[in-house]
Nanobody, 123 residues
Framework: QVQLVESGGGLVQAGGSLRLSCAAS????????MGWFRQAPGKEREFVAA????????YYEDSVKGRFTISRDNAKNTVYLQMNSLKPEDSAVYYC????????????????WGQGTQVTVSS
């Protein structure tokens, strides 16, 4: 059982930056592909970014390309989401997730989820 704990959310003005972290309890963290998803009130959960087990491959949702960067530090069992040039429409609860397998973009492919961290971007 992998436990994931997100941190780093908060309130930021449009154009600002935040870095989210997701710490995993599992010693075999390096075996898992990792992803970030978000869900705004009244909306479906949507994919944001994913990274392969070794960090060699990444994939982004179109609206965050060039603004967000996903990375991981397997020595620290942690995955990050650097968010720059934030927009009000980026406001949501952000979740990290883990999956055994190659890089995945569908939520159903993920096996473990964190509790989420709130990101609010004011205009």
């Amino acid at each position: 059982q992998v436990q994931l704990v997100e941190s780093g959310g908060g309130l930021v003005q449009a154009g600002g930056s935040l870095r989210l972290s997701c710490a995993a309890s599992e010693r075999t963290f390096s075996s898992y592909g990792m992803g970030w998803f978000r869900q705004a009130p009244g909306k479906e959960r949507e994919f944001v970014a994913a990274i392969s087990w070794n960090g060699d491959s990444t994939y982004y949702e179109d609206s965050v390309k060039g603004r967000f960067t996903i990375s991981r530090d397997n020595a620290k069992n942690t995955v990050y989401l650097q968010m720059n040039s934030l927009k009000p429409e980026d406001s949501a609860v952000y979740y990290c997730a883990a999956e055994i397998g190659p890089l995945a973009i569908m939520g159903d492919e993920y096996d473990y989820w964190g509790q989420g961290t709130q990101v609010t971007v004011s205009s």
